[in-house]
C-alpha cells in the first residue's frame, strides 16, 4: 500500500516534500506576507505604468499632447481661482492652512 499523499508530494520528484514544504504552519508567511505581496503587486503595477508612460512620451507626438493637456489644466486651475470669489478663496485657504497645520501638530507629537 502506497503512502502518497497527493495534498503534500510531488509526484515528479519521486514522492519527496516540495521545496520549502516543511508540513507546519509558517506564521511568518500568515503574518507577513500577505503585505509584501499587497506592496508587490502595487509595485508591479507602478512599474508598468512608469514604463508604458515612458513609451509613450518619447513618442514626439504624444509627449506634445500631454504637454498640451497639463498647460490647459493649470491654465484652467487659475481662471477657475481668478472667477472665484472673495469668500470662495478664503474658504479655501482656510481649509489647507487648517489641514497643513494639524498636519505639523501630528508630526511634532
Same mark, same amino acid.
Not at 9 to 17: H, L
Not at 33 to 49: A, D
Not at 78 to 96: G, K, Y
Given at each position: 500500500?502506497? /503512502?502518497?499523499?497527493?495534498?503534500?508530494?510531488?509526484? !515528479? @520528484?519521486?514522492?519527496?516534500?516540495?521545496? %520549502?514544504? *516543511?508540513?507546519?504552519?509558517?506564521?511568518?508567511?500568515?503574518?507577513?506576507?500577505?503585505?509584501?505581496?499587497?506592496?508587490?503587486?502595487?509595485?508591479?503595477?507602478?512599474? /508598468?505604468?512608469?514604463?508604458?508612460?515612458?513609451?509613450? !512620451? @518619447?513618442?514626439?507626438?504624444?509627449?506634445? %499632447?500631454? *504637454?498640451?493637456?497639463?498647460?490647459?489644466?493649470?491654465?484652467?486651475?487659475?481662471?477657475?481661482?481668478?472667477?472665484?470669489?472673495?469668500?470662495?478663496?478664503?474658504?479655501? /485657504?482656510?481649509?489647507?492652512?487648517?489641514?497643513?497645520? !494639524?498636519?505639523?501638530?501630528?508630526?511634532?507629537?
Amino acid at each position: 500500500m502506497s /503512502t502518497y499523499d497527493p495534498e503534500t508530494r510531488n509526484p !515528479a @520528484s519521486g514522492g519527496k516534500p516540495r521545496q %520549502g514544504d *516543511r508540513g507546519e504552519f509558517s506564521w511568518y508567511a500568515f503574518l507577513f506576507g500577505p503585505p509584501f505581496k499587497l506592496i508587490g503587486f502595487f509595485y508591479r503595477i507602478y512599474n /508598468t505604468n512608469r514604463v508604458r508612460l515612458v513609451g509613450l !512620451a @518619447s513618442k514626439p507626438r504624444v509627449s506634445s %499632447g500631454l *504637454r498640451k493637456v497639463m498647460v490647459l489644466t493649470l491654465l484652467l486651475w487659475i481662471v477657475i481661482w481668478l472667477l472665484a470669489s472673495d469668500d470662495s478663496r478664503n474658504r479655501l /485657504t482656510d481649509a489647507v492652512k487648517e489641514n497643513f497645520g !494639524a498636519l505639523g501638530t501630528e508630526l511634532q507629537d
